[in-house]
């Protein structure tokens, strides 16, 4: 039998599925992921702990849509719930650890989330800049002794002018 996990990734990644309902089965489960994240970072200090059918009951979703946010938040953690290996009777914890949780959103450029009201209540919008910019620096490829022109790709490697991207943000300043 399938491991919840692997149930999971064939259901939401799935290359035989039709495109309409893979493209709502995403469009619902960000609808849902949104509303947990608003729940928790309202009282990010409590750990939310629980079986995993314990937490899909909670946050009234089902069994699939909790094992995919579990997968989503793990490496936020303070420490790792064994996804791998998980069943609805598995105790899971929400423990996330802010600063990582919100890198991690901008890491997946999950606006949706890292723009969530409820980090005001966390972060001062200095700090959510730092954090924003932190991010975005430990996954750009810096060459030593060139510096990128305004009119060179940036070094993101979105694809786009320099001056069109991250010189615009001024994540390079």
Do not use: H
Not at 52 to 69: S, W
Not at 126 to 155: A, H, I, M, W
Not at 157 to 165: E, L, N, V
């Amino acid at each position: 039998m399938a491991t919840l996990l692997e149930q999971w990734t064939s259901m939401a990644y799935s290359e035989t599925a039709n495109k309409g309902d893979l493209q709502r089965l995403w469009r619902e489960y960000f609808l849902k992921e949104k509303e947990i994240y608003q729940q928790l970072l309202k009282d990010p200090d409590t750990e939310v702990k629980g079986t995993v059918k314990e937490l899909a009951e909670k946050f009234d979703i089902d069994i699939m849509t909790m094992t995919g946010f579990l997968d989503g938040i793990n490496e936020s953690l303070v420490e790792e719930n064994d996804i791998q290996n998980m069943d609805e009777d598995t105790v899971v914890s929400l423990n996330f650890d802010n600063e990582k949780l919100y890198k991690n959103m901008v890491a997946a450029k999950a606006d949706w989330l890292y723009e969530l009201e409820e980090w005001n209540d966390i972060f001062t919008p200095e700090k959510k800049e730092e954090l924003y910019k932190e991010q975005k620096r430990s996954t750009t490829f810096v060459r030593e002794g060139k510096k990128v022109g305004r009119n060179d790709p940036c070094p993101c490697g979105s694809g786009r002018k320099f001056k069109q991207c991250c010189m615009g943000k001024g994540i390079y300043d």
